[in-house]
Nanobody, 124 residues
Framework: GPLVESGGGLVQPGGSLNLSCTAS????????MSWVRQYNGKGLDWVAE????????RYADSAKGRFAISRDNAKMMLYLQMTDLQPEDTAMYYC??????????????????WGPGTQVTVSS
């Protein structure tokens, strides 16, 4: 598909993970990009959003100070650096693209593309 996440795994509380999202077959640099997560099929939990050039970044309160979203338009890549992970961060993490700013999403349908997800499990 157009977006594929990687980098998830099992980490102990307080640990770190770096997620990546590889984009293909669309003009990545024209799209806002977001990270969202979902726990056990429940509602979407928005994590962070970055504008097309990486100049305007917003985070959910739960991510502020711990997570960092970034993008490399030349490589068509999106990243999420996660530190001080806690059990409540356990979820499937998805990258998603949108032509316009979405902010806090209600459903995946607010995005043009999203990936299959990568699982992050925080447990001792």
């Amino acid at each position: 598909g157009p977006l594929v996440e990687s980098g998830g795994g099992l980490v102990q509380p307080g640990g770190s993970l770096n997620l990546s999202c590889t984009a293909s077959d669309f003009t990545f640099s024209n799209y806002y990009m977001s990270w969202v997560r979902q726990y056990n099929g429940k509602g979407l939990d928005w994590v962070a959003e970055i504008d097309t050039r990486g100049n305007n970044i917003r985070y959910a309160d739960s991510a502020k100070g711990r997570f960092a979203i970034s993008r490399d338009n030349a490589k068509m890549m999106l990243y999420l650096q996660m530190t001080d992970l806690q059990p409540e961060d356990t979820a499937m993490y998805y990258c998603a693209s949108s032509e316009f700013r979405v902010g806090v999403p209600r459903t995946f349908l607010q995005y043009e593309y999203w990936g299959p997800g990568t699982q992050v499990t925080v447990s001792s």
